[in-house]
């Protein structure tokens, strides 16, 4: 066994009722509108993307939630001097699980894993390369070899009313916002440099991720409050042909044998060899 058998390029499915990225859900509504678009016609074949910086966020969060499990600290996000809007609250991240970021750069200007990954220090790049998701709600056009979703665009209106009892709940003002329903896909990340414990973290905060699916700080993107942003996740076993790679979206296939012998396969020879890595690295560091 080998780690040449595994290619830079991870895959890992995602499935969620609900997703609200904030307001930048792209979408190619434009395409198809002709000045007679109605966004809330179900008819509506309306594709898009999603960008990536909101499941980053989602993804380096349960890593560092992975490495403080470890018993180190993983590297703090924002920047020391960065304008906080609370009091305080870099220096007492530092006392709960986080280094300064960049602290960790040795005398060999290595860095500890997160910052290895996400970079952004004295203009590293990481090394995770995270792209945005393509959805389409017509399941015959997804590509999920490709980093691809099946996903419904809608627009949802809230409303929201007075509180005050002379007002009889009287609308105050209205909102919109984009949201995608019922997407099931695939999320393609890639590692420039490939090093076992970059794996062994993937898998494991994915896994955290899916476990801690419905806790408030693991759920993705907006309306949290309102059921959105809960997300079944897993790594796509990566030993897969493509062929079984498409069969893992089909609903109407299980997996094969040959299949399940690859699941084996990576659950207990190639993940706990790269589990031993990620210890080690984080040992060192500690
Ligand atoms: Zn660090």
Redesign the pocket.
């Known amino acids: 066994m080998s780690d040449n058998v595994l290619g830079a390029d991870f895959f890992v499915r995602l499935r969620s009722d609900l997703l609200v990225i904030g307001d930048s859900i792209l979408t190619d509504r434009h395409h198809a509108s002709n000045g007679n678009y109605d966004p809330t016609d179900p008819q509506n074949q309306i594709g898009g993307i999603i960008p990536s910086f909101s499941l980053s966020g989602w993804l380096r969060h349960g890593m560092e939630c992975v490495v403080q499990e470890y018993g180190a600290t993983a590297?703090h996000p924002g920047e020391a001097n960065a304008n906080f809007r609370k009091e305080g609250v870099y220096s007492r991240d530092l006392e709960s699980g986080y280094?300064e970021k960049g602290?960790?750069i040795d005398d060999d200007g290595d860095?500890?894993v997160?910052?290895d990954l996400f970079g952004g220090f004295d203009g590293r790049p990481g090394k995770v390369m995270r792209r945005p998701i393509k959805f389409s709600p017509v399941r015959s056009s997804v590509d999920y070899t490709r980093g691809q979703a099946e996903g419904h665009y809608r627009r949802l209106k809230r409303n929201v009313v007075s509180r005050n009892e002379d007002d009889a709940r009287q609308p105050l003002r209205n909102f919109e916002v984009d949201a995608v329903a019922n997407l099931d896909g695939c999320w393609h990340l890639s590692f420039r440099e490939m090093k076992p414990e970059f794996v062994a973290l993937l898998a494991e905060a994915i896994d955290y991720l899916d476990a801690h699916q419905t806790a408030f700080m693991h759920q993705l993107g907006g309306a949290r409050n309102f059921g959105g942003g809960i997300v079944h996740c897993e790594v796509v076993n990566p030993l897969y042909e493509d062929h079984e790679f498409r069969r893992v979206f089909d609903r109407s296939k299980d997996s094969t044998k040959t299949m399940q012998a690859k699941d084996d396969e990576w659950f207990h020879e190639y993940l706990p060899t790269f589990q031993t890595s990620l210890e080690d690295r984080l040992e060192d560091s500690a």
């Open positions: 590297c280094h602290g960790c860095g500890c997160i910052l």
